[in-house]
């Protein structure tokens, strides 16, 4: 130990900058330059240059060859490509062959239901979850017979057919169970078995069971005991008929790919006798039954299957089959076999405009059926209310005008509304049909649609709803602009007048958003003061907290100027109307995410900070012991965004003081501490700045109150390395704005703390060990105390021997090298302290060098204090000397190695042999990175050639490279 003798190498650093710089080279490009475009030349020449022709193109308008196209034969493949599809030379020839292609196109698009067509799949659990019962059901089970088994492989053809007449037979026989007193979920329980049992049928090749189970079914339909159940019970059941649709569809298109599979638009011509016969002997099995229900039902399910049979099939059947739905009496049954046939006609053959038409022209017809005796009777018995039947119709009218909108045009939407003031302006009809339509139809016309609902014949639906349904159209697309005030009158005339609260909420909400979009924030205004009124006696909004939201998502939509948000008066009562605490910090959240995606330009309105504050403290209040990591996290970051976006302009006195009501406000969100002490440390940065390093008594108090703000605050922080970089960030700042005691006081601080961090930290939920993070908070650490002058009163480096002594206390991990390391790391500092002239400086702040003037005493200490740190390095080198310990040796003895030749004066007999023996041992094992010792001993042999550097050559020749055989 005593005989290693540091002498640190006298650095120049402004020297050894320049010659590390690359050497800069003249570069004469003339008229090539490799980022020059490539101008690629398409011609006819090109082309028959490449077929032999003495022809020559050019393929770049610079001189020198490009390898691509020298390679291609001066063509570009894109080029020739896009040529070849877009030539005008040929377009003339290729004419004949587009149109045909083209009309193909817009032929398959009339044929196929685009992405913009809502699925029926989209509606499904919708009116399954809308209209349920408690009334008792009762359904009729196929029971099932042995005769239904499929017959044996070796049995003969007539015996299969004499099977299945029996099996026909045996439905007409009453082959089925009726079950009574079925609650809602055992009845969705047998439609579901039966579903299953179709499968199974089929699957096991009893085709006349299968049959059987959807002919049972489909009479289930024509049954309305328990009426409010009938749409939930219409789809249960056509979902068997799309199965056994699919399935019979599938088995035929089989038959048909026997030899080869069938295009996707195959014609009947493509289809062989033995498919065709199969399908048409479907249609007979079909056309026997005699009921009229479950007949037109199952016929409708595999109505795909015409295409097997003829090119019109499809639009042939499709009248016949809307002609057959006159024959059902009861309307509710005939408007859902009206949809159902619609939603086939529309998977099948959606171009058939004039079907889907006539259904809803028939239905405007029979609709007059739902005011007669038989159905007034049928209500009376089942004691429903005329308002909730006709809620019933709405399911199917609104399928149903929604095929017929689909694409339509705009007069189509002129004659709907004409034929609905024949029926008196029917409400469920007119709602229905502002349903389907685009928005832009109904926008443009939206003040007849007023007139036609002022004059319409409510019958059990209310007017509101239909105001309701307007306003969801004008909130897609804008009325003519003469309008928009008359529309937003005479809407609100009924919506104000609204005496029950949710249904009063239910349409203001629906129509704010047509007054945020086309209005001023006086109309706002006057909106929420009117939902205010009549929501706030016997607080009825705590029954409508969405629709209340959605008002504020929808104001927040169109108001992203806070100033004049927060100008609108009855905004704020508006808030305190959220009295429960999770749907208020909902509200404040949604607040403050559209306050930071909008605000471009930091503010200082008194208004505007006022209200945030108080929307972020509401979010902050509602951090508890129970809240998650996750939680606070995600509030913490719409606090930051806030504080970020507050500044004060010159005034830092104001924004220092925002900062310690914010400190005071936001005490439990440790990342907002956090960000409050970085906004005081840039204060005082900027106020650094403003005065240009030189500080008045004035700004010097003031930047010390911030340096004070930043030792208060820390401590309350919870995070260690959270406190530990704040501390030295903070201590960096004081430097920087001549703060000396302050910076000594953060620099001591962070030294005092070391000992209390832990072992192992929480990383993102984890527990990790702290070894490598404290390691490089130590080397950041370490490059700041070189520019932090000594204090008068404490000795020499009092702070890097006060770090020093706490690493070498800390209770490093067993088997570490860690401490090591950060002695490692303090040679470099120790270096560079010894030099007349530092690295790096802090302007108006005397570091060492200028305190002790390159005192032999100063220098001494730091050779003292390195020769004590390689000493502990030394003998932790022969701690680690074991077998398994090898690769952390050589690892170490090649870093101090590199340190040593970086800062050590080599030129010492002493250090240069130490840094002989530490070269040997870095490689004796064979654990060295062999690359990293080649490039390690060119760079030494490099620098020989430096001035000054000539005894490096000498060390080169002592250092040889060995390999690991």
């Known amino acids: ?75 570009d493949p894109l080029s020739l490509f896009a040529a070849a599809v877009t030539d005008p030379l040929s377009s003339g020839s290729n004419a004949a062959a587009g149109e045909p292609g083209r009309k193909r196109r817009d032929k398959e698009e009339e044929v196929s239901v685009g992405s913009d067509f809502e699925p029926w799949a989209s509606k499904r659990s919708e009116i399954l979850a809308r209209f349920t019962t408690t009334e008792k059901l009762s359904i009729n089970l196929y029971m099932g017979s042995d005769k239904g088994k499929a017959p044996s492989p070796g049995s003969a053809v007539s015996e299969k057919v004499r099977t299945r007449l029996e099996e026909l037979d045996d439905l007409e026989e009453g082959s089925q169970k009726e079950l009574l ?60 008929l799309d199965t056994f649709g699919r399935l019979v569809y599938e088995r035929i298109w089989s038959m048909c790919a026997d030899s080869r599979p069938l295009p996707d638009s195959f014609s009947s011509d493509d289809v062989n006798d033995t498919a065709k016969e199969t399908c048409l002997n479907w249609f007979f099995k079909i056309a026997s039954i005699r009921e009229l229900v479950p007949r037109l039902y199952v016929e409708a399910a595999i109505l795909k299957c015409n295409r097997f049979l003829s090119k019109l099939g499809i ?35 959606p171009q058939l405009k004039d079907s889907l038409n006539k259904n809803f022209f028939d239905l405007l017809t029979t609709f007059k059926q739902i005011h007669g005796d038989s159905v007034q009777n049928q209500l009376v018995l089942q004691r429903v209310e005329i308002p909730v039947y006709l809620t019933l119709y709405s399911p199917a009218i609104d399928w149903i005008l929604q095929c017929v909108a689909y694409r339509a045009p705009e007069a189509l939407l002129t004659e709907m509304m004409e034929r609905c003031k024949k029926l008196g302006n029917n409400a469920l009809l007119l709602n229905s049909v502002m349903s389907a339509f685009r928005s832009e139809f109904i926008a443009a016309r939206a003040m007849d649609f007023i007139a036609m609902i002022k004059e319409c014949d409510e019958a059990g639906f209310p007017k509101h709803l239909l105001f309701g349904s307007l306003g969801r159209n004008l909130a897609c697309a804008d009325p003519p602009e003469s309008d928009r005030l008359t529309i937003l009158n005479e809407a609100w005339k009924v919506v104000t007048k609204l005496r029950g609260p949710q249904d009063y909420i239910n349409c203001a909400e629906i129509w704010v958003e047509f007054t945020c979009r086309h209005f001023t924030k006086r109309e706002v205004n006057t909106v929420l003061a009117d939902i205010i009124k009549h929501m706030t ?177 820390i401590p309350s922080l919870t995070g260690i390395f959270n406190r530990l970089n704040l501390y030295l960030h903070s201590g960096q700042v004081a430097l920087a704005n001549q703060c000396l005691s302050q910076a000594d006081a953060f620099l001591k601080a962070t030294i005092s703390l070391l000992p209390e961090v832990p072992r192992f930290v929480s990383v993102e939920g984890k527990l990790r060990p702290s070894e490598g993070f404290l390691l490089e908070f130590l080397q950041s650490f370490l490059s700041t105390l070189l520019v932090v002058p000594d204090h008068p009163e404490q000795g020499v480096l009092y702070l890097v021997r006060g770090l020093l002594n706490v690493v070498q206390d800390y209770t490093w991990e067993d088997n570490s090298d860690a401490k090591v390391r950060v002695y490692t790391s303090a040679l470099p500092l120790l270096a560079a302290m010894s030099q007349e002239s530092y690295l790096y400086h802090i302007p108006r702040v005397d570091s060492n060098e200028t305190l002790y003037g390159g005192d032999p005493k100063f220098v001494t200490e730091i050779n003292k204090l390195c020769e004590t740190l390689i000493g502990q390095i030394l003998d932790h080198l022969k701690t680690v000397g074991k077998e398994e310990t090898l690769r952390r040796q050589s690892s170490l003895a090649l870093s101090l190695f590199n340190c040593l030749l970086a800062h050590g004066d080599l030129r010492n007999n002493r250090l240069n042999q130490l840094a002989v023996n530490l070269w040997t041992l870095g490689q004796k094992h064979g654990y060295a990175d062999t690359r990293s010792t080649v490039r390690t001993l060119e760079f030494i042999k490099q620098q020989s050639q430096q001035p000054d550097m000539n005894h490096l050559a000498e060390l080169a020749l002592r250092l040889p490279l060995q390999s690991r055989t």
């Open 1 to 75: 130990m005593a005989s290693v003798q540091w002498h640190s190498r006298i650095r120049r650093y402004q020297s050894e900058l320049e010659s590390c710089r690359l050497e800069q080279v003249p570069v004469e490009f003339g008229e090539y330059h490799p980022l020059k475009p490539i101008t690629v030349t398409d011609s006819k020449t090109r082309r028959a240059g490449r077929k032999g022709s003495s022809s020559s193109s050019s393929s770049s308008s610079s001189s020198a060859p490009d390898p691509l196209s020298s390679f291609l034969d001066g063509t």
């Open 181 to 240: 007193n079925l609650s809602q979920q055992d009845y969705v329980n047998r439609i579901e078995e039966l579903n299953q049992s179709l499968k199974e049928a089929w699957a096991s090749d009893q085709k006349v069971k299968a049959l059987k189970i959807v002919i049972q079914c489909s009479k289930l339909l024509s049954d309305t005991a328990v009426i409010q159940f009938y749409p939930s019970k219409f789809v249960l059941i056509t979902d068997i």
């Open 315 to 349: 639009q042939e059947t499709l009248p016949r089959l809307t002609a057959m739905i006159r024959g059902i009496g009861d309307p509710l049954v005939a408007v859902y076999a009206r949809a159902y046939l619609c939603r086939v006609g529309m998977e099948v053959a």
């Open 537 to 713: 006696p016997d607080r009825t909004f705590e029954e409508a907290y969405p629709q209340l939201q959605s008002v504020i998502q929808k104001i927040l939509m169109y108001f992203h100027d806070f100033s004049v948000l927060f100008s609108v008066d009855r905004f704020l009562p508006f808030l305190d109307m959220f009295q429960k605490d999770s749907v208020r910090v909902e509200v404040c959240r949604a607040i403050m995410e559209v306050f930071i995606r909008y605000q471009q330009e930091p503010t200082r309105d008194p208004v505007i900070l006022n209200a945030l504050l108080h929307v972020c403290k509401t979010m902050h209040d509602s951090v508890n012991a129970l809240t998650l990591e996750d939680e606070k996290r995600s509030l913490a970051l719409l606090v930051n965004g806030f504080i970020r976006m507050v500044s004060f302009g010159r005034d830092f006195e104001q924004q220092l003081s925002f900062c310690v009501e914010a400190r005071a406000t936001f005490c439990n969100l440790e990342p907002v501490l956090v960000q409050l002490i970085h906004t005081v440390n840039q204060l005082a940065m900027e106020t650094r700045r403003v005065m240009r390093g030189t500080h008045s008594r004035k700004t010097a108090a003031f930047v010390r109150a911030c340096a004070a703000y930043s030792f208060i605050t």
